[in-house]
């Protein structure tokens, strides 16, 4: 929505196309937008375990520019929006601490893509920062997909020494470890505490309300397209731009120790 009240203002239509987070797709993609001779592309890279980043350097090639958002691939420089993804786990998971958990889990994404690896670089800084070392049994990987979040959460839940708490790297996989919280027959924050990196506009329908860490994805939307266009029109020259945005941690019921407690603190990058 915001990349298209941005384009729109400044008369250009935007086409949207879900890669479904396969990389095979985004080729076939990128080989038909090449071929139309699109004025330029907002990505949101999709996975790639073997960094196969050549269908985006033809692009660029071309003479179309290529603006990241959220996501930022590894092995080619472009420009990108984005937050501080390492700041922002950081502060959740110290949030845990400070609720005196000790052992807690946490669900990644695919750790093919930076923003996983920055997430769980995050969760690592704030256990050492407490002295507690992190546990290699509590670090799973998901895919940043529902179901991955389902999965390993019965495994983490249902483990012979489950964690206290489990930061979940993304707001679709805590939905999916929700969801295995109540087979279980479990209670949040009860029996465990649960936060996630990435707050759903569809949060608030979750009970107990989850604590998350809030990406601006309006202005991440916004300001690609913004720097999108002024590339395309050789506004901005020169050097790649990294724009980095201000991400917030809402606390809500699902790591209150009376499920009641609830607050806001403003993360600053």
């Not at 720097?227 to 980095?244: A, D, F, N, S, Y």
Request: glycine residues 10%; neutral net charge.
């Amino acid at each position: 929505r915001g990349a298209e009240d941005c384009a729109l203002k400044h008369g250009y239509l935007l086409n949207t196309f879900n890669t479904d987070d396969q990389v095979e797709r985004e080729q076939q993609v990128f080989s038909l937008l090449r071929s139309r001779r699109v004025d330029g592309i907002l990505l949101v890279v999709a996975p790639s375990p073997a960094g196969d980043v050549a269908h985006i350097r033809k692009m660029v090639e071309a003479g179309i520019p290529v603006v990241c958002l959220d996501r930022i691939p590894q092995g080619i420089t472009l420009d990108s929006v984005s937050v501080d993804n390492i700041k922002g786990a950081q502060m959740c998971v110290r949030h845990l601490i400070n609720k005196g958990h000790r052992r807690i889990g946490i669900i990644t994404g695919s750790l093919s893509l930076q923003t996983a690896k920055e997430r769980l670089e995050g969760y690592r800084n704030a256990l050492c920062g407490a002295s507690i070392k992190p546990e290699p049994g509590l670090i799973l990987e998901g895919d940043f997909r529902e179901g991955s979040g389902y999965r390993l959460g019965k495994d983490l839940l249902l483990s012979h020494q489950p964690p206290t708490a489990i930061f979940v790297s993304n707001g679709m996989m805590a939905v999916g470890v929700v969801r295995a919280l109540e087979e279980i027959g479990l209670q949040c924050p009860g029996d465990i505490a649960i936060a996630s990196f990435d707050d759903l506009p569809l949060a608030s329908a979750f009970r107990p309300h989850l604590t998350a860490v809030a990406l601006p994805a309006y202005q991440i939307g916004n300001k690609g397209a913004e720097l999108l266009i002024k590339r395309v029109r050789e506004v901005t020259t020169g050097k790649h731009l990294t724009i980095m945005l201000d991400s917030e941690l809402i606390i809500r019921e699902s790591t209150s120790t009376n499920a009641v407690a609830s607050g806001r603190h403003n993360l600053a990058v």
